[in-house]
């Protein structure tokens, strides 16, 4: 029978990024980044909202240090802000950025919470997008100069290392549909940034290795069950090029380093010139996999499902594959109308298991987000959110079950935050921000989720 039981050993964590809580945007040397220019271009973020001040994390880390302790968390999942410790994204580091993540990193150590910290989640130094951004070549060389200068201050005492967070997002949803930052339509540029992306990510940890070689590096990925609509060839076509696209695009460089053949094929439109993707497989320590949602697709006319990465969402971000059909199958949606479907998550790790070389692996990313509201002080009771954290740890135990390396899972996210082009109004959090105040309350979930880690299964 089923246990749903977890080694002692299995990294329960809760995962933020630097852009979403931070805030402190304009203090002690930080420079701009693409995602506070966004911000400021009017119609990308809902009501206008910026990361300028965010859940003020920068000011209140130490305390939201003890909530972690208080939760039981064995480690936190956090990003460096490549602005605030480079503002201009080459040269020399900023002293006090560099502090600030070294203050961070040695409170959580001394509270018992492995720090897990993510180089890129998004926000790129404002100078580096006007010199050409993600699509040209060198900004992958300025990434690895940049994981190599924070890896020198924090590698003695920061084991475990990921390099890029979701690089389908920041390139396609940067360059191609143009919804998220610097806000480019540019299908060509954006493949080339993803590319990038990934050259970068193995740049950076051939540099990161070679300063520490005990040190353990890997990178986090969004993953997706991807299933056709129906039997007809047009729908089976159509998940083969959306899995080529959000799946095999990435893990194919990691693990093989090149792309696989039939998405080149797709591409030969776009000009892409994938020369040098054998830097990208760089032996991985340990693969973070985001997951959310399965995909449900179709090559056949009819009508598309709700876009969700914006509410401005009007392009595709699909290069390859614009005319791909995304079908609404009625399974509950979580209020970002996102499909709940823990069989994804099963589905996702026995597939990376079967079909690529064996690395541990954690849940990097997984949660749900709702426009939830409370007073002031009030607990929430998302029951909703423990229903879907609970049945997608349940598929983590099966898939250990089935011998899936999988050593740990970071809920998203430990705090309400800045959910990009939503702004304020989407909340992911365990804990809930009052933004007004910036007061942290715990909800349901933190406390259900401080059980489960206590007990260690469900
Ligand atoms: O908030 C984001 C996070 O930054 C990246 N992964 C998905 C989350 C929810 O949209």
Request: charged letters at 20%.
């Amino acid at each position: 029978m089923t246990s749903f039981a977890f080694p002692p050993s299995f990294r329960f964590g809760a995962a933020t990024a630097a852009y979403q809580i931070e805030g402190a945007a304009a203090e002690d040397g930080r420079g701009p980044s693409i995602w506070d220019d966004f911000c400021r271009t009017p119609g990308k973020v809902l009501h206008g909202d910026t990361g300028d001040v965010a859940v003020d994390h920068y000011h209140r880390y130490a305390d939201d240090i003890a909530l972690m302790r208080d939760l039981g968390l064995r480690a936190y999942r956090f990003s460096i802000s490549w602005p605030r410790v480079q503002p201009a994204g080459t040269g020399p580091l900023n002293p006090a950025g560099a502090d600030f993540y070294r203050r961070l990193v040695d409170g959580l150590l001394e509270a018992g919470i492995e720090p897990w910290p993510t180089l890129y989640h998004w926000d790129l130094p404002s100078p580096l997008e006007k010199a050409g951004g993600w699509p040209e070549r060198d900004t992958a060389a300025r990434f690895a100069d940049y994981a190599a200068a924070i890896h020198d201050v924090l590698g003695d005492r920061v084991r475990n290392w990921t390099t890029i967070n979701e690089p389908w997002c920041a390139a396609f949803l940067g360059y191609a549909s143009g919804e998220h930052a610097p806000g480019r339509v540019e299908p060509a540029a954006a493949l080339h940034a993803a590319h990038h992306l990934l050259t970068g990510h193995g740049l950076a940890v051939r540099a990161m290795r070679a300063q520490r070689p005990g040190n353990r590096f890997g990178a986090a990925v969004n993953l997706y069950a991807v299933s056709p609509e129906t039997g007809d060839p047009a729908d089976a076509d159509a998940a083969r090029r959306v899995d080529g696209m959000q799946n095999r695009f990435f893990l194919d460089p990691l693990f093989r380093g090149r792309y696989p053949a039939d998405v080149l094929t797709d591409l030969a439109p776009y000009g892409f010139d994938p020369s040098g993707t054998e830097v990208a497989a760089q032996p991985l320590d340990h693969l973070g996999v985001n997951y959310y949602s399965r995909f449900t697709v179709s090559g056949l006319p009819g009508t598309a499902a709700q876009a969700v990465s914006s509410p401005y969402s009007t392009l595709s971000p699909w290069v390859g594959s614009e005319s791909v059909r995304f079908v609404a199958t009625g399974r509950p949606v979580t209020g970002m109308g996102w499909e709940i479907d823990e069989s994804g998550l099963l589905e996702v790790l026995t597939r990376l298991h079967r079909e690529y070389p064996a690395v541990p692996l954690h849940i990097t990313e997984n949660g749900a987000g709702y426009d939830e509201d409370a007073a002031p002080g009030a607990t929430v009771d998302d029951r909703e959110r423990i229903a879907y954290i609970a049945a997608h740890l349940r598929a983590c135990a099966r898939a250990r079950e089935r011998g899936v390396p999988l050593e740990g899972y970071f809920v998203w996210s430990l705090l309400d935050n800045f959910e990009w082009s939503w702004g304020y109004s989407k909340r992911f959090g365990l804990v809930r921000v009052d933004y007004a105040t910036q007061e942290r309350t715990p909800k349901a979930s933190a406390r259900w989720y401080a059980d489960v880690i206590a007990n260690g299964s469900l």
